[in-house]
């Protein structure tokens, strides 16, 4: 069901309440990457523009986890390491014009708000209620507020106050113009995709993506291209020896049963031939590729070798949609990160030669960046795990709390 967007409702003199992804790096006091910020621009200029009068919130990490982690050990706990304020700061730079900030009494704050003004809550986690989805607390976000605008797909996935609570109280809920991008992207990719439809899949544990893993399949994506630590359970449940490779044990029988899936679907799964190896007891020296069978009790599996670069780039050549979620290997720790910057270069050229690329996750994200190639993507998705629900068919309450179009 499509949803309802910010384009498509009358906005002048309304108060909005738009929710926003300002999760972003801050250390002492400095954000290290504004990427988010930006990202929100083009819905916040438009809600001015319209004559809005604009109330953003977010979260910011997780204050009170952390307090609570504090207390137990005895530590001290700063809460300033979360306050929003520096946001306020950074996007009043962007846009330049003034950003208000949350004070002693908000109630107020937003009843005086001028068409054009823009108001930014303090870090919704500081209050419990937001992540309980209280009811109290998401009537009292809605007060004074004619309408609700999610911008923010990387929480849509978790019923917070912000994200899900509030739509209760809240006449009119639309998609900010990021979230429509990656509804009409994710969307489009999950129901009516262009063939060959190849996807990758990478990262740590087979066991956070097996919903996505059968989803892809039952869908009938063309190719299913599987690296990082995740392989090596494939490896292990078909009888490899993978050494100290990480291997989650209990999901082998999975790993079997997905390729059975994958064969009786038609759909080709392609694993690692080859890998960057290390000998574990001297692992800063002994890097080297190897395949996959010659791999012994001694050895980490820290990335995909080349020939598994070049045989998965070969799979991406001619595919019309391309889905990517993971590293290849360990990508934090240089050299490990080659595989999946190899990854990064051969779907920018599929890219580059017709292909719609859809690119999602921390670290996959990241390699693109890094790279230099995030203009040759066609879709940067704002969400990790909201990214993988959507993909595996999973309803996000976020987006379900959105009017229907
Ligand atoms: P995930 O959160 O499941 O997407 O996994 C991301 C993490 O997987 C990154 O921190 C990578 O360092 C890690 N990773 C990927 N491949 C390997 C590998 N072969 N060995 C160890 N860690 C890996």
Redesign the pocket.
């Known amino acids: 069901m499509k949803k309802k967007s910010i384009k498509d409702i009358d906005l002048k003199g309304k108060t909005v309440f738009v929710r926003v992804d300002f999760n972003v790096p801050i250390k002492d006091g400095k954000i290290e990457d504004d990427t988010r910020i930006r990202g929100a621009l083009p819905t916040i200029k438009y809600a001015i523009e319209q004559g809005a009068k604009v109330v953003l919130a977010s979260h910011l990490g997780r204050p009170l986890k952390d307090k609570k982690k504090a207390e137990e050990k005895g530590t001290p706990y700063d809460s300033a390491k979360y306050t929003l304020r520096p946001v306020a700061e950074r996007l009043s730079e962007l846009l330049e014009s003034e950003v208000g900030f949350e004070g002693a009494d908000i109630a107020s704050q937003i009843a005086t708000l001028a068409p054009g003004g823009i108001l930014m809550r303090e870090n919704l986690r500081f209050h419990p209620g937001e992540e309980k989805n209280d009811a109290e607390f998401a009537k009292n976000l809605a007060e004074g507020i004619d309408v609700y605008v999610n911008d923010a797909f990387g929480t849509a996935h978790r019923a917070h106050a912000s994200t899900e609570g509030i739509t209760h109280f809240v006449d009119t809920c639309v998609a900010g113009l990021l979230m429509e991008k990656e509804l009409e992207f994710l969307g489009k990719a999950l129901n009516d995709p262009e063939r060959p439809f190849v996807a990758i899949l990478?990262?740590?544990?087979v066991s956070?993506?097996i919903p996505v893993i059968e989803s892809l399949i039952k869908r009938k994506v063309d190719k299913l291209l599987i690296?990082?630590?995740?392989?090596?359970t494939f490896f292990k449940a078909q009888g490899y020896t993978v050494g100290k490779?990480?291997v989650e044990d209990e999901m082998m029988p999975k790993a079997l049963e997905i390729e059975a899936q994958a064969k009786a679907a038609g759909v080709e799964l392609l694993l690692p031939t080859d890998?960057q190896v290390v000998d574990s007891y001297d692992p800063l020296n002994s890097r080297k590729a190897i395949q996959i069978e010659f791999t012994n009790a001694g050895l980490?599996?820290?990335?995909?070798g080349p020939d598994t670069a070049a045989t998965f780039a070969k799979a991406l050549e001619g595919s019309k949609t391309i889905v990517w979620?993971?590293?290849?290997?360990?990508?934090?720790?240089k050299p490990?990160d080659e595989g999946t910057i190899a990854i990064a270069n051969a779907v920018a050229e599929a890219t580059d030669n017709g292909a719609t690329s859809i690119v999602g996750?921390?670290?996959?994200v990241a390699a693109v960046n890094q790279a230099g190639l995030a203009d040759r993507i066609s879709h940067i998705s704002t969400g990790?795990g909201a990214t993988l629900e959507f993909l595996a068919g999973d309803t996000l309450p976020g987006v379900a709390a959105l009017d229907d179009k």
Do not use: R
């Open positions: 990478g990262g740590a544990k956070d993506k690296g990082g630590a995740m392989a090596y490779s990480l890998h980490v599996g820290l990335d995909i979620n993971g590293p290849m290997g360990m990508f934090e720790e490990f996750g921390g670290d996959s990790g």
